[in-house]
């Protein structure tokens, strides 16, 4: 099986030990207000550095925006 993973719907190349945070570098999401979700499990922002990404996860970032 290739080493990949799918982030809002684009294929990427996935790596052992890869972390949420790791992806969101890979993509340059920068943007403070996120929701990620792996394979519809939502992780929690205190926990980007340190969950790990299994290959051939879904990966589902959303920007939040705020308005008034």
Do not use: C
């Not at 809002?8 to 993509?27: C, H, K, S």
């Not at 939502?42 to 790990?52: E, F, M």
């Amino acid at each position: 099986m290739e080493k990949q993973l799918t982030i809002n719907g684009q294929i990427r190349p996935w790596q052992e030990g890869m972390t949420v945070q790791d992806a969101l570098d890979l993509m340059n999401y920068s943007f403070p207000m996120l929701v990620v979700k792996i394979n519809d499990e939502v992780v929690l922002r205190a926990d980007y550095g340190s969950t790990t990404i299994p290959n051939g996860a879904e990966l589902l970032v959303i920007h939040l925006i705020s308005g008034g």
